[in-house]
């Protein structure tokens, strides 16, 4: 048991997970929590979550941890929703795909004798909600923390082990760097896939049932990640916008130099392309960050 | 059984699925094949997968349906190497993902007494080569049928039965059209996924490592379909150029449109966009198309 009590604020995918997860590691004495929504808490108390709260104050009382599990641009709110409650000593954590605007949000509202050690962990699904989470979420996943210089190391340590605990693999990083990296490896990813689909979506002559009917040909992919919470993803692009239009900028940039490359009948620009994106996919299975089964692992497999 | 004989030229993912499906459903008799490549020949004959020829012209020999499984860019020379041993009454069809170009490049070769009667099954993996197939590849997917108005109808029935044995739904559309659609579907999806990884392998600051490490925020699942055969999509992009041009026209468009919204900070547009993109995931998931499991089914889901 690393905290003898802890408080999760919004019980969506990240915190039902973070329930389960602790749940089977043991690493807390008791969880509570708190959600915004009547009906999320609800939910959350009828699949017997974790002693849920009706009031943000109440939930984080005597906690050790308080992990803020909201939109980042919920974070502010919540962090000045829970301060009163607060106890001396306290961690408050995040868990939100943004961290420079994050700790702008919540820095103004943690009280003296409170530290905020802001977190990400780099793991989701297309699901939301109080039932979307399950104990293996964080598994052989990444966890980025964020300490700052004022950061106490023993309460570093904790949320790290805590983290651990969960499953993942914990590494620091400052929040600039954390807010690059992520515009590359998620927000840009995010945001082309949902452009892509609105664009399928928009078009008239090439009908919704056809778009649908033959999703399996590519698109498919891009439909799960388009189908992320719509809140969420309004605040990550939003607070993480210098970043992300770089990136974008970027993106935009290489799009032009293959759709140049098509136009003008350019195969071998596009080969040599196409060849070396490959060897990134070959890193990342071998990193264990994903399954080398054709298709994700959907198809069936078997020769005969 | 349809077929008495067929011959399978290229010997990648889809003809070693094919045979694996027919083997699978007893479709044919015989099942033979070629690939220009030695490796690949001597790889089909190690693995059983069917009778082997050294040319093109040799395998189809006596065959009653002829399919072309090579990159777009090579269906005119494959169509010209299997012409001198075409059987008359004959059936050519080809698996190519583009079907004018395909269409103009294959049919002078076409012997008199020998129909050419176009396919694409929208199925695949990122995996290529004789040992990547396997029988279920097609199994409840779309294969789309492009007759023309010489298509004998006796044909394009059996055909049609035997996608339908290999476990595809059939269904048939004219080659413009099956390029447009395609073009929203496929092609123009794997060009955006091929330039966010090369945009990620580009980034300096970034390092690969980092890239690989954190890719499960969502930048994953575009590297798979940007580890498909480069070849293949090369082909792909050349021969149709027009309706991927226009569709990715279409998608940097709205890609400004999201970024200048990000810019303004115009929160209600993205929110709406992303709830839009919401309902067509939906869709995909109610015609089974996909999985409605979490992370394609990738995670392993148990509360506890």
New interface residues.
């Given amino acids: 048991m690393i905290y003898n009590r802890i408080a999760l604020i919004g019980l969506g995918l990240i915190a039902s997970s973070i329930v ?1 997860a602790a ?2 590691g043991a690493l807390a004495g008791e969880i509570r929590g708190f959600d915004a929504s009547p009906e999320a808490r609800e939910t959350a108390r009828r699949i017997g979550l974790c002693d849920v709260f009706d009031s943000a104050a109440e939930a984080v009382e005597g906690a050790d941890l308080v992990i803020l599990c909201v939109p980042v ?1 919920a974070m502010g709110q919540a962090a000045e929703a829970i301060a009163p409650g607060l106890k001396p000593g306290a961690v408050v954590s995040d868990v939100g ?1 943004v961290k420079r605007a994050v700790i702008e949000a919540v820095t103004p509202h943690i009280p003296k004798g409170v530290q905020f050690i802001p977190a990400h962990p ?6 939301s909600g109080p039932e ?6 964080f ?1 052989n ?2 966890c ?1 923390v964020v300490p700052s210089p004022e950061s106490d190391a023993a309460n570093v340590a904790d949320l790290r082990a805590f983290w651990e605990g969960l499953g993942a693999h914990v ?1 620091e990083m400052d929040a600039d760097h954390h807010d ?3 515009a ?3 927000h ?16 008239r ?2 009908t ?1 049932s ?19 919470d ?2 969420m ?3 990550v ?2 607070s993480n ?1 210098d970043a ?2 770089e ?2 900028g ?3 940039e ?2 032009f130099a ?2 140049r490359a ?2 003008t ?1 350019d ?1 071998q620009l ?2 040599d ?12 299975i071998d ?1 264990g ?3 080398s089964a ?11």
């Avoid at 995010?190 to 078009?203: E, K, P, Q, S």
């Avoid at 054709?294 to 005969?304: I, S």
């Fill in positions: 389960w749940k089977r641009g795909s780099l793991a989701g699904t297309e699901h979307a989470g399950f104990a293996a979420l598994d996943r990444w980025l590494d690059l990296v992520l590359v490896t998620s840009t990813p995010h945001l082309i896939a949902y452009t892509m689909v609105g664009v399928a979506d928009d078009l002559r090439v919704d056809e778009v649908i009917k033959y999703s399996a040909a590519g698109f498919r992919d891009f439909t799960r990640i388009a189908a992320s719509p809140t993803w309004r605040d692009f939003l916008k992300t239009l990136i974008l970027r993106f935009t290489e799009l293959l759709q098509i136009r009948g195969g596009l080969h392309y196409f060849t070396r994106t490959r060897a990134i996919r070959r890193g990342i990193a960050q994903d399954t054709p298709d994700f692992g959907r198809a069936p497999v078997g020769r005969k």
